[in-house]
């Protein structure tokens, strides 16, 4: 038990379809992060939540939208999602606010992240 | 722009030591980390340097030398169970704070 959930842990979909994925951390921490892991690719950081404010966004496609509607639940809504948006995503929280102060550093907590495919 | 490097595979034997490297370039440095991940898990935290020096934790340490723009994670007495791939990632200040992930290195440890 990580204390980071995600739902659904598979997900298959249609490109007209759309979905949202779901993450809820049960340690009371104030930044939330989303990630896509892509077979054979560099980890990549796409969204990051501190005290429910969108802080950083990292050149995320318009068919990815997160939400954050309180300190412990980011969901991360799909619509008319390609074929190379099949990959695991993954869920992260971490204690302190960020940016972090320099010189400290915010131990991230991965969920267990959500295979989804996209025909 | 921004980038890391580190070894896609290391092989080592149970009992071990070993050392994966990373380099990277970026001109906002702000820190380096390391992550274990294995097979169909996430990744779990293990190591944050943002001075020079080497920080142990148990049978892991990472170093650091932010003038060479390179670091090591270090692990010793390798187990079986430490088969998993090890990611750095480099927190940059550049336009705005980002986080960069390298590629990974895939860790086989042998019997």
């Known amino acids: 038990e990580t204390g980071v959930t995600q739902t659904p842990r598979h997900l298959v979909m249609g490109m007209t379809n759309k979905k949202s994925l779901k993450c809820e951390q049960h340690?009371?921490?104030?930044?939330m992060y989303w990630y896509k892991q892509s077979a054979k690719k560099p980890l990549e950081l796409m969204f990051v939540?501190?005290?429910?404010?969108?802080?950083e966004n990292n050149s995320v496609p318009s068919r990815f939208s997160p939400e954050c509607p309180n300190s412990s639940h980011l969901f991360l809504h799909l619509h008319t999602l390609q074929p190379e948006d099949s990959a695991l995503y993954l869920c992260?929280?971490?204690?302190?606010?960020?940016?972090?102060?320099?010189?400290?550093?915010?131990?991230?907590?991965f969920g267990p992240g959500t295979r989804l495919t996209v025909l | 722009g921004q980038s890391l490097e580190q070894p896609s595979e290391v092989t080592a034997v149970e009992g071990a030591i070993v050392q994966i490297n990373c380099t990277y370039q970026?001109?906002?440095?702000?820190?380096l980390s390391w992550y274990q991940q294995h097979d169909g898990g996430a990744p779990t935290f293990l190591s944050y340097?943002?001075?020079?020096g080497l920080e142990e934790t148990g049978r892991f340490s990472s170093f650091l030398s932010r003038s060479d723009s390179y670091g090591y994670l270090l692990l010793q007495e390798l187990q079986m169970k430490d088969s998993a791939s090890y990611f750095c990632?480099?927190?940059?200040?550049?336009?705005?704070?980002?986080?960069?992930f390298g590629a990974g290195t895939r860790l086989f440890v042998k019997a």
């Open positions: 990632a480099v927190r940059d200040n550049t336009g705005g704070f980002k986080t960069i």
């Open positions: 970026t001109s906002g440095f702000y820190g």
């Open positions: 340690l009371g921490h104030n930044a």
């Open positions: 939540y501190s005290l429910e404010e969108r802080v």
């Open positions: 992260a929280s971490s204690q302190a606010a960020y940016p972090p102060k320099q010189g400290s550093y915010n131990e991230q907590f």
């Open positions: 340097n943002a001075l020079d």
